[in-house]
């Protein structure tokens, strides 16, 4: 009897430990959902909005660079690259805690952005990279990250 009671009181603590990590990826990765505002380096910022309020605009996202109040560089996108809904685009680091990093080692730092593939493909959705060049960005290339559970799109 001993060793049944033993047994469900270890499941117990071991139920509640992973109970306690999953929640604690939950708000993690609720935190970088919600990323749509960047400051880099030079004092520029990179911002994510909504372009506008109809049905039509919230699958869109305007993504825009400034430096105070001058727009540096500025584009709404939609469904340019393929199937994917920029609805809930968001910036996701580059590799782990680093949204803004020079990965390719090219001089120019990167940034990336988590867009959602729609349905239930979240194992199979995009991430764009782009290069930060003077004042404008340009797209580099884009790698498949788990929209749910990427914590960043490289791991080194």
């Known amino acids: 009897m001993r ?7 270890i499941s117990l603590f071991v139920s509640n430990l992973e109970f306690s990590f999953a929640m604690e990826q939950d708000s993690y990765l609720k935190k970088l959902d919600s990323k749509i ?3 880099i380096p030079d004092g520029k910022e990179i911002i994510i909005s909504q372009p506008g309020k109809s049905d039509e605009d919230r699958v869109m996202k305007r993504v825009f660079m400034r ?6 560089w500025d ?3 939609n469904a340019e690259f393929g199937e994917n809904i920029w609805q809930g685009a968001h910036f996701i680091p580059i590799v782990p805690g680093k949204f803004v990093f020079d990965y390719d080692k090219d001089g120019h730092d990167e940034i990336a952005i988590a867009v ?7 194992d199979k959705s995009d991430a764009y990279i782009f290069s930060i060049i003077d004042d404008s960005l340009v797209l580099k290339k884009k790698e498949i990250i788990n929209y749910e559970f990427s914590r960043s799109v490289y791991d080194h």
Request: proline share 0%.
């Open 37 to 39: 505002y960047l400051k």
């Open 75 to 77: 584009r709404t996108f």
């Open 116 to 122: 959602w593939a729609g349905g239930n493909m979240v």
């Open 67 to 72: 430096k105070g109040k001058i727009v540096l």
């Open 3 to 9: 060793k049944k009671f033993w047994i469900y009181i």
